[in-house]
């Protein structure tokens, strides 16, 4: 039977020749391992003196900020990923520039499963900037989320709301969602419900209506005002009123607030009523009335 001591020391000296070997492996990558290094900062100057070079090229053009962004990442993106190959190929010479990327192939569908959502984002966010709509500073409505273009990222977009909230949206829900945006043009139209009293004329509350609209000088004239007779309302006969005015939400409110000051003053001079609700109670049966002795 062999002696369990001797087997203990053959065990101890596989070991001991295993981390020279690795040992004496490191040392001759050490090379390699610093000229990779090396390449790796070059790679990262060459990134950044690119990016500038084509930060220059697309600011003398009518391109987007988000498109310009757009053009820089992938700029960045393009120059580290040759990089890496090369530095990968000076580390490992047995590594070929055609096995890495049929590796890189099979890892990039288990990477492309494991992390869907923000692969889906970042193609969205692609999209979102290289068409034309939806631009910075413009004020969007989508799935609830309303406020102003903030900013437009690979991944996400920020939106901050009137009340000064900032909303991160990820950028696959404002791609796959119809999205309004108010301010597409510079001036959109609005407009406002007034109701008259049913003993109202009806052709004369109309002339005296849209005279304080063409009147008022926040309503674009160089665009027709509308006034139209719309429901019979439970105490009222109710107009619609529209008209054109700036697309932001500041001319919006301004615009409504000088049309109902100007539009309750007109009718209030031509005496007619702008009605609250009434209320009629009908019964079967007359209701005896006591009648008071002094």
């Given at each position: ?9 053959d ?24 000229i990779?290094?090396l ?28 498109l310009?962004?757009?053009v ?7 120059i580290w ?21 049929a ?34 500073g ?11 273009v ?8 920020h ?35 007034v ?6 004329d ?19 004239d ?5 006034v ?27 615009s409504r ?19 609250f ?5 009908t019964?079967k049966?007359?209701?005896p ?6």
């Amino acid at each position: 039977m062999d002696d369990p001591l001797d087997q203990s020391f053959d065990t101890f000296e596989i070991l001991i020749t295993q981390l020279h070997s690795m040992w004496a492996g490191l040392v001759s990558l050490l090379p390699s391992l610093a000229i990779a290094l090396l390449f790796l900062v070059f790679t990262w100057i060459l990134a950044r003196f690119a990016t500038k070079i084509a930060d220059r090229l697309t600011a003398k053009t009518a391109m987007r900020p988000s498109l310009r962004e757009l053009v820089e990442t992938l700029v960045r993106i393009a120059i580290w990923m040759v990089g890496l190959l090369i530095a990968l190929t000076i580390l490992l010479p047995d590594l070929t520039p055609g096995s890495l990327i049929a590796g890189l192939g099979v890892g990039t569908v288990a990477i492309g499963f494991a992390f869907q959502d923000i692969f889906e984002n970042f193609l969205a966010g692609i999209l979102i900037m290289i068409r034309e709509k939806m631009r910075i500073g413009d004020y969007i409505t989508c799935e609830g989320i309303e406020g102003r273009v903030e900013q437009i990222m690979l991944r996400e977009t920020h939106i901050r709301r009137l009340s000064n909230e900032l909303t991160i949206v990820p950028n696959s829900i404002l791609f796959k969602n119809p999205v309004e945006i108010l301010t597409d043009r510079d001036q959109r139209r609005h407009e406002v419900i007034v109701g008259v009293a049913y003993d109202t004329d009806l052709e004369e509350a109309r002339d005296v209506i849209r005279t304080a609209l063409e009147a008022s000088e926040i309503t674009d004239d160089q665009k027709p005002v509308d006034v139209f007779a719309c429901e019979f309302n439970s105490s009222s006969i109710d107009f619609r009123l529209r008209w054109w005015a700036g697309s932001t939400q500041r001319d919006m409110h301004d615009s409504r607030d000088v049309v109902i000051r100007s539009v309750k003053s007109a009718l209030d001079k031509a005496g007619i009523e702008i009605p609250f609700p009434y209320v009629t109670h009908t019964f079967k049966e007359a209701i005896p009335m006591a009648s008071q002795q002094d």
